[in-house]
């Protein structure tokens, strides 16, 4: 596995792939690898000729007060993992070399931004939406792969590349869970055992819900308190918000139509955690 | 000279020309061609193996009320002059094919979008913001040429270049002029003989701003004081704006250092007219 740490780098090494006709399956992280991005991993392989993977934490994602300066950074660890699964390229640029001087451009997509986990981190997904775009364009991908636990990131980047004409196919994948139902995180290493334990009400609230809209429950009010219902019963978990919205605008859904996005945020702990299940109903 | 209208016709022959290893300068257009924009294709001759022009008139980059349903078009004439100056390729998608629905995603650069221009004519820089990250990424050119006459727009298209790392390198070639000074523009066509008589004032008077400047005068409001003056001997001519401003930022200069950006609109008939001079001050 090659490691780079420049664009300049990066791109001559694009050129002798453009030059052999060879593609490229692009997987961002944040590295702190756990077996979601793994699976990101497998699913690139599928789709290119070479998996291409980016580590870079990227600071304008990260909200005032947020865990920028402590979010877990392991590279040794993450290369191994990666060199393991078969990846050929990590990019491993430093802050400076992504913001080399303090930008104008900004991203947004207001009426998918400001909800959910937007209303929470202000300017979190204007973050995201500005390194995927530098991202793109910097690796030039044929595919991106991007997990399905961040739902609404998920659905901005859709929006990025329909809406800008990015030349990439964009995959989804679905969230990995541990054997309790627990999303894969990499924040689940900020959980002590007991904490641990407690965070499976997440994904239970959710799931909870989820049944109540198959067998019959049409309000997104009563989805939305049934999740909140199922967090009070745990003491050690802090709900931020639940949500029963439209999957393709993240509007509130007073009425079910056809398919509704169960999502919500909880802190447990130091660890703000997210988790959504999306829910055909008949 | 090959003529495409859809995104996907583009890009196969893109494809094409990757596998012969032949480059692409595009210049980017709303038609109604003058010789400005053909001496955009000159320069783009000169950088890449072939050169690309894409004639969309943006409906996204027009104000409410302004001229998009009256802007000049003539696609027959317009292809002519191109396919004579050995254009390669002539990309003329319909508003569907660019906006095939409703865009969520947004562009802005608000210290640079503001100001000049952007003060009069609402969501101009934003529209053109995304009309041309999304003309990028479907061309996906080496180089991009533009005019210098659309400062503003220059500016802010290289620092969406820059900050969104576009893998294109950005050419900007000086304004062409008529003999006598006024500034090529596809509006100059709106101008009746008088009207075009007229409208020279308003090089004369950035012209005679920049002597000012280049004679010693240090101070921002005293040069647009002097473009206004002479705008204002035109009875025909309505000042829109006079400005003195920091190349890089478009802010007013109290104090004139090193550069000066000298930057006027006028309104002449039904004409909206821009100029501008740069001046290196000793």
Redesign the interface.
């Known amino acids: 596995m090659l490691t780079v740490r420049t664009?300049a780098a990066l791109?001559a090494r694009r050129q002798e792939l453009?030059r052999s006709g060879h593609t490229v399956a692009f997987v961002p992280t944040m590295g702190a690898l756990h077996e979601g991005h793994l699976a990101l991993v497998e699913r690139g392989r599928e789709l290119a000729d070479e998996v291409w993977v980016s580590i870079f934490v990227n600071p304008t994602q990260f909200a005032a007060g947020e865990d920028f300066t402590r979010y877990p950074r392991d590279e040794e660890r993450d290369g191994r993992l990666l060199a393991e699964r078969g990846v050929a390229l990590l990019f491993a640029p430093d802050v400076k070399e992504i913001y080399p001087r303090p930008?104008?451009?900004?991203?947004?997509?207001?009426?998918?931004t400001g909800g959910l986990c937007g209303a929470h981190r202000g300017g979190h997904f204007q973050g995201v939406?500005?390194v995927v775009?530098?991202l793109f364009?910097?690796v030039?991908p044929e595919v991106a792969v991007f997990g399905a636990k961040d739902y609404q990131q998920a659905l901005l980047i859709r929006?990025?590349v329909d809406?800008?004409?990015?030349?990439v196919r964009l995959e989804i994948v679905p969230t990995v869970r541990e054997a309790d139902g627990l999303a894969m995180s990499s924040r689940n290493a900020y959980l002590d055992p007991q904490q641990r334990l407690a965070a499976t009400v997440l994904h239970r609230a959710l799931a909870a819900a989820a049944a109540q809209a198959q067998t019959g429950e049409r309000s997104g009010a009563a989805l939305e308190a049934a999740i909140a219902a199922v967090v009070a019963g745990e003491p050690a978990v802090t709900l931020q918000y639940a949500a029963a919205v439209d999957p393709e605008t993240l509007q509130p859904q007073p009425n079910i139509a056809r398919r509704v996005l169960l999502a919500a945020a909880v802190v447990v702990g130091s660890a703000r955690l997210i988790d959504n299940i999306l829910v055909e109903v008949q």
């Open positions: 664009i791109r453009w930008g104008v451009i900004t991203l947004d997509a207001p009426p998918l939406l500005l775009a530098k364009n910097i030039q929006r990025l809406d800008l004409c990015f030349p």
